[in-house]
């Protein structure tokens, strides 16, 4: 099994920023992607970002290119989201994922083995 743990969300202005961390724990894998999704009220789960843990390649939506960025800490085992020029449409529960044995930037839910419990983020006009 692996955990997921989420922190970081909170309420911020239009322009602002927050980042956004992952911490996993439990089994460890050699081949794996960790990624981040949101959950607007009243629609599906949307693909935002993917690292791939070995190679490190990125994948991001285009709603948040330029403006989000992923890292990783490969010594802590914890994967970060950094947003800037927050805007109200950001607005969502966040969680993050791990896909095992894929060493590319899956981007559906379904390809997801394991998943966070969500932070919440609120961005105020």
């Known amino acids: 099994q692996v955990q997921l743990v989420e922190s970081g969300g909170g309420l911020v202005q239009a322009g602002g920023s927050l980042r956004l961390s992952c911490a996993t724990s439990?089994?460890?894998?050699?081949?794996?992607?960790m990624g981040w999704f949101r959950q607007a009220p009243g629609k599906e789960r949307e693909f935002v970002v993917v690292?791939?843990?070995?190679?490190?390649?990125?994948y991001y939506a285009d709603s948040v290119k330029g403006r989000f960025t992923i890292y990783r800490d490969g010594a802590k085992n914890t994967v970060y989201l950094q947003m800037n020029r927050l805007k109200p449409d950001d607005t969502a529960v966040y969680y993050c994922?791990?896909?095992?044995?894929?060493?590319?930037?899956?981007?559906?839910?379904?390809?997801?083995?394991?998943w966070g419990q969500g932070t919440q983020v609120t961005v105020s006009s």
């Open positions: 439990g089994r460890t894998f050699s081949c794996y992607a």
């Open positions: 690292i791939s843990w070995v190679g490190g390649n990125t």
């Open positions: 994922a791990v896909s095992i044995g894929i060493d590319g930037t899956p981007r559906f839910p379904g390809e997801y083995n394991y």
